[in-house]
């Protein structure tokens, strides 16, 4: 049972460009999810962040999208950086029920020179 | 910045043998979870803690395993009876508060033969 999705394996962008991950959700009662950002052999850094209440949270280079009526949310990085090579995991929870989070399989971005 | 800190980095074990898994958590957190991500899966929920006592846990959570806070310090799972499916990287996490971001130790890489 996949409540988090994230159908892109995979994804390679430019230095400089924009990247774009996506993610879907099927559980209508999420109502607050992050992105976390995976490089080999460490655990999993929280990026950024995006309650149900808002559509858009921004950080520096990294905006979070929210479109709740189509259940998706899109990390946007921009400019995108060497750096920024790393695996991208969408999660998300329910604040007033659950403590835990869902996480999705996860994106791997490549940016190349 | 404080971390979550795992040890071992591995572990490899035999089939029926019994392994312990060892979290040091940020020392002002108070929730403290473990995950798992099997080889090319998602990273998968397995048991939140709380107050000393276990606040959540999932189906992957049964019998064979177990948690401890035995000192101040540690966050220990154990795994009774492992089994081969067992082999995943196992992360420890611990947030300061309640559905506050995750910080992820840098896992243990369990392999079961």
């Known amino acids: 049972d996949q409540q988090v999705k994230q159908n892109s394996p995979s994804l390679s962008v430019q230095e400089g460009r924009i990247s774009i991950l996506n993610c879907d959700y099927t559980n209508s009662m999420f109502d607050y999810f992050l992105w976390y950002k995976k490089y080999p052999a460490e655990g999993p850094t929280f990026l950024i962040s995006?309650?149900?209440?808002?559509d858009k949270n921004e950080d520096g280079r990294f905006t979070v999208f929210l479109n709740k009526s189509a259940k998706h949310l899109s990390l946007h990085i921009v400019p995108s950086q060497p750096g920024d090579s790393a695996v991208y995991f969408c999660?998300?929870?329910?604040?007033?029920?659950?403590?835990?989070?869902?996480f999705g399989k996860g994106t791997r971005l490549h940016i190349l020179p | 910045e404080p971390e979550v800190t795992q040890t071992p980095s591995h572990q490899v074990t035999q089939m029926g043998q019994e392994v312990i898994l060892r979290c040091v958590p940020i020392?002002?957190?108070?929730?403290f979870y473990w995950y798992r991500q099997i080889l090319g899966q998602k990273v998968e929920f397995l048991v939140s803690?709380?107050?000393?006592?276990?606040?959540?846990k999932s189906e992957i959570f049964d019998d064979q395993f177990s948690v401890e806070r035995p000192d101040g310090s540690n966050f220990t799972l154990k795994i009774r009876s492992t089994k081969l499916e067992d082999s995943a990287m196992y992360f420890c996490a611990s947030s300061k508060e309640y559905n506050s971001p995750l910080h992820f130790g840098n896992g243990t890489r369990l392999t079961v033969t």
């Open positions: 020392s002002n957190h108070l929730y």
């Open positions: 995006i309650s149900s209440i808002k």
């Open positions: 803690f709380y107050n000393n006592e276990i606040s959540e």
């Open positions: 999660a998300a929870g329910v604040d007033s029920r659950d403590d835990k989070i869902i």
